[in-house]
């Protein structure tokens, strides 16, 4: 089955880092970019960016660099989005998904969302 | 502000069609990058509803078109149904920020 299982939710600490994972199974993973995608509370979709699945090459969107960063695993078709210093505006469902044509950019196949929590 | 400009909401009554716009710019739709359509019901991730501007993914009924023109682009729903009711969003490429991005989104009520 083709599908993107994302960790559970998460509560942090102002200050702190939290990993989100995004395992992929059903297909050839490093053959699909994978995005990310932020959805604050009762807010619209924000780009973050990608990273090629293929070479571990990380793009991102203005207003995600310095504290974010993607990474792989491809042994265990696994892309992670790791967020540090951590603020309370981070709050938010945080998305993966498979660009489904590298000529269209296009998002085919998205995770469930994983819900990361900042409160003290 | 989103970079897509799109109605926060819109409405209908079922069986009737509705359509939601998606206005961009010289860098995005009017650079003639694909424009695609999404569909998030309440509590769950977004679904990809159209691609490359009036394509359908297999599975989304007949019932959902997507156009474009000059910089904008447009999403209509015939024959609306109750399960419809969900939040819109367009999505492109923008060449002025070198990424994807996404409209505000539109909440369609179903009356």
């Known amino acids: 089955q083709v599908q993107l299982v994302q960790s559970g939710s998460e509560l942090r600490k102002p200050g702190a880092s939290v990993k989100v994972s995004c395992r992929a199974s059903g297909y050839t993973f490093t053959s699909y970019p994978m995005n990310w995608v932020r959805q604050a509370p009762g807010q619209g979709l924000e780009w973050m960016g990608w990273?090629?699945?293929?070479?571990?090459?990380?793009t991102y969107a203005q207003g995600f660099t310095g504290r974010f960063v993607f990474s792989l695993d491809t042994s265990v078709s696994t892309a992670y989005l790791q967020i540090s210093s951590l603020k309370a505006e981070d709050t938010a469902v945080y998305y993966c998904?498979?660009?489904?044509?590298?000529?269209?950019?296009?998002?085919?196949?998205w995770g469930r969302g994983t819900l990361v929590t900042v409160s003290s | 502000q989103s970079v897509l400009t799109q109605p926060p909401s819109v409405s209908g009554a079922p069986g009737q069609r509705v359509t939601i716009s998606c206005t961009g710019s010289?860098?995005?739709?009017?650079?003639?990058?694909?424009v695609h359509w999404y569909q998030q019901l309440p509590g769950t991730a977004p679904k990809l509803l159209i691609y490359g501007n009036s394509n359908r993914p297999s599975g989304v009924p007949d019932r959902f078109s997507g156009s474009k023109s000059g910089t904008s682009a447009s999403l209509a729903i015939s024959g609306l149904q109750a399960e419809d009711e969900a939040d819109y969003y367009c999505?492109?490429?923008?060449?002025?920020?070198?990424?994807?991005?996404f409209g505000g989104g539109t909440k369609l009520t179903v009356l």
């Open positions: 999505q492109s490429y923008d060449s002025s920020l070198s990424g994807s991005v």
């Open positions: 998904t498979r660009v489904g044509s590298g000529s269209k950019w296009y998002f085919d196949l």
């Open positions: 010289s860098s995005n739709i009017g650079a003639g990058y694909d």
């Open positions: 990273i090629n699945t293929y070479t571990g090459n990380p």
